[in-house]
């Protein structure tokens, strides 16, 4: 299927589920609806009165905090992976916890340097990471999430990297959330956990706490995880006023064994280079209230205090191992650098905003006016160490560790926003938004020998939306929007932009030239309805965007060695299809997607691992190429099956191929990774009404696949697979799936 080559086709068949829709629509609603049927959204950063589904002109995805606690996974990105429509996951870093989401084909990755393209939410507090913009899934526990709303399209008034969707998520109380658990699993990698949550209130004070520790040595060699994580929150509900604070902590040890060359994949589990450490330690404070100044008015704010560390250390290829210095003509004969990075980072930042009920002109009408203000400082340093590599391709320290950079960087965000809702009659409703905003990026040399490094950035633009809906029963809605959002380069991303001294990830800082901004403009028409224990949605979207920045890998012996650049226009066009049905004791809930993300500017880049690299090693990007790692077709199934005290849950997850890093091109003779299906159980009995046994397996037919594709150069080749770069073989080099693994465990509960 393309989009390109066959859009009517893509027409007819949104069309042809809005007529199916229609006919659902007017059918007697005298069914009970739906378990998980959530009727307001947050269309806003701040918590507030939301906006009816009825009025929002895109298709959100809601989950409860329910299905997360039903279905178990190991972390919150794996429940990403096994649920919403349009999400893939990769596993290029080769932990479980610092997985890469892909929403649309937009990223919100853990990695300083990824392009990120999704902005992410806690109670209204955006916890993309001023430095590099990434998002930590492994800071907060999910015994702590009440709900997710995962909304798509370049929507405005979430701000800043909101060009492919925004996910907000929603945490517990004591209120909603009374009584406690403990809960103890543990199975397949070693892994062990211990959860605790206790919420309760008293008049008009409630307070909620949950912890969680976990630790596994991972199914791979040299990937341990260890992960403490924390949170609490003490609210205040009093007639027209509710307030609460929140802390959330965390302090995680990941290793991960990153890509694996397609020569090695006699032993999925051994590892290319080690070791590679990253440390995670988080201290944020945030406050939230509001206050009803009238029956239709009332007024919201939010403040945050965030801390936050990592200290990464990662083995790498020299990629100059054996060249000559044209000064002193010494030969350089160091194999491998341990590259360390420190990250130490202050973000605080404040949001208010008014929200309106009130009719216009004898109709229903919802005002929203709100401002925000996002300050962050991080100092970043890095140092490296020479090393060779032993016979299990662990590097073996040979020096001292040298500095390399030295930068503090601060980022400024204000914006201003608003949002109207109106409706028309009774059937038709009208949204208009925008919001203007105003990066600043200030990056100074603290070494005092690059100098160059230092520079002032600005970005600024207005970015407008504008949604209609129709709905002319009660159980069906139609929609058309359009809207626009940008975001700013990241101080990694506009340091390290030179094609002829490419960084590593985590990056290295150079004095290299500007990046532009990148602008997003999306278009989406859609569908959806609800009749009885039936429910349905319809989607096709475009997102063009104009001067995207892509990291471009330079392909050598150091895999994770690249610059960004702006690459032009690129475009990601697609289409959704979800259907769910209650039969009784089983549910079913099945998603699919078909992505089609290319590029509409040609541009050339240095890949000398793709088999078509010119003699330069260099490679044509034509406009149409395919961009890498986005898989176009991806379907997710879910069903569920109650009866009694006993219940049962399988997802099937299923994504067609994607390109491979550094084949921007499409022509590499390795093609691209191949397509995968995998499915999962889950299962729970309740042994009585405070005691529950359940159990998760993942990968149930042990299926052997990769998610992720890079190309690169193997400098271990040889029968011994020892370091030879004489006789390195360019291959592809590919992030793999876990194999199968089984847990159980035990929740006790109490009032």
């Known amino acids: 299927m393309d989009m390109r080559g066959h859009p009517k086709n893509c027409a007819w068949t949104l069309l042809g589920c809005m007529a199916t829709a229609t006919a659902w629509a007017q059918q007697p609603a005298d069914q009970p609806s739906v378990p998980l049927r959530v009727e307001i959204i947050g269309t806003t950063p701040l918590p507030g009165l939301g906006t009816p589904l009825r009025d929002v002109p895109a298709n959100v995805q809601v989950y409860s905090g329910r299905e997360l606690g039903k279905q178990r996974q190991g972390n919150l990105s794996e429940f990403l992976e096994n649920n919403p429509t349009s999400v893939t996951v990769n596993s290029a870093q080769g932990n479980p916890y610092q997985t890469d989401i892909s929403f649309r084909g937009f990223t919100a ?6 392009p990120q393209g999704l902005s992410v939410f806690q109670d209204g507090v955006r916890i993309n990471e001023p430095f590099g913009d990434v998002v930590n899934w492994d800071l907060l526990p999910q015994s702590a999430i009440a709900g997710l709303q995962l909304i798509p399209g370049s929507n405005p008034l979430f701000g800043l990297n909101t060009l492919g969707g925004a996910l907000s998520i929603y945490t517990k109380n004591g209120r909603a959330y009374p009584g406690g658990a403990v809960e103890l699993s543990g199975g397949s990698f070693g892994r062990r956990t211990l959860q605790f949550e206790q919420g309760g209130a008293s008049g008009p004070w409630d307070y909620f706490a949950t912890a969680n520790l976990s630790k596994e040595h991972g199914w791979a060699q040299h990937n341990p995880s260890r992960v403490e994580q924390f949170f609490g929150k003490v609210g205040y509900q009093e007639g027209r006023d509710q307030f609460d604070v929140s802390l959330t902590a965390a302090n995680n040890r990941l290793e991960g064994t990153q890509t694996l060359p397609k020569s090695f994949l006699d032993d999925r589990t051994q590892a290319y280079t080690y070791p590679d450490t990253n440390e995670n330690r988080l201290a944020m404070l945030s406050l939230k209230g509001s206050h009803s100044l009238s029956s239709d008015m009332m007024l919201g704010g939010n403040a945050y205090l965030r801390q936050y560390r990592n200290h990464n250390v990662s083995s790498n290829v020299n990629d100059d191992f054996g060249a000559i210095d044209p ?31 009130a009719p216009l002109a004898g109709r229903r009408n919802q005002f929203v006016v709100g401002a925000s203000v996002d300050a962050g400082r991080a100092r970043f340093k890095q140092d490296s160490q020479p090393a060779d590599f032993d016979a299990s391709r662990g590097t073996v320290p040979t020096g001292d560790f040298e500095s390399e950079t030295d930068a503090d960087t601060r980022t400024g965000n204000a914006a201003v926003y608003a949002m109207n809702t109106f409706a028309i009659d009774d059937r038709w409703s009208v949204v208009a938004s925008g919001r203007f905003n105003d990066a600043r990026i200030k990056i100074r040399d603290e070494s005092g020998t690059n100098p ?18 129709f709905n002319p029963t009660a159980g069906f809605t139609a929609y058309g929007s359009y809207n626009e959002g940008m975001r700013a380069p990241t101080a990694a991303e506009l340091t390290c932009a030179d094609p002829a001294a490419p960084c590593k990830l985590p990056n290295a800082f150079l004095a290299d030239p500007p990046l532009q901004k990148v602008v997003a403009k999306t278009m989406e028409v859609g569908a959806r309805g609800r009749s009885g224990d039936t429910s349905w949605s319809a989607a096709v979207y475009r997102t063009g965007l104009s001067d995207d920045i892509q990291f471009v890998s330079s392909g050598g012996s150091a895999i994770n060695a690249g610059f960004f650049q702006n690459v032009g226009k690129t475009r990601r066009q697609g289409l ?78 299923a994504n067609s191929g994607s390109g491979l890093r550094g084949d921007e091109n499409n022509r590499d003779v390795n093609g691209p990774v191949a397509g995968y299906a995998v499915l999962n159980l889950d299962g729970r009995w309740r042994v009585s009404n405070k005691l529950e046994l359940f159990g998760r397996v993942d990968n149930v037919f042990n299926t052997k696949y990769a998610n992720f594709g890079v190309l690169g150069t193997n400098v271990f080749a040889n029968p011994n697979k020892t370091f030879d770069p004489a006789n390195g073989v360019p291959e592809p080099f590919y992030g793999l799936g876990a194999p199968r693994g089984a847990w159980i465990g035990l929740r006790y509960e109490w009032e």
């Open 109 to 114: 990755s853990p990695l300083v340097g990824v």
């Open 576 to 653: 959704e299809l979800t259907g769910a049905r209650q039969w009784d004791h089983l549910g079913v809930v099945a998603r699919y997607s078909f992505i089609d993300a290319t590029y509409l500017t040609g541009f050339v880049e240095n890949s000398p691992a793709n088999s078509s690299a010119d003699a330069n090693g260099d490679i044509v990007v034509a406009p149409g190429s395919r961009i890498p790692s986005i898989p176009r077709h991806s379907f997710r199934l879910r069903v569920d099956y109650e009866v009694g005290a006993l219940s049962f849950g399988a997802n099937v997850v």
């Open 452 to 469: 160059a490094l230092d520079g002032d950035h600005q970005f600024r633009r207005f970015n407008p939306a504008l949604g209609v809906t």
């Open 327 to 357: 000064i002193t003509g010494a030969v350089d004969d160091v194999q491998a650098l341990n590259d360390r990075s420190d990250i130490d980072q202050t973000s605080y930042g404040a949001s208010v905003q008014l929200t309106v009920t």
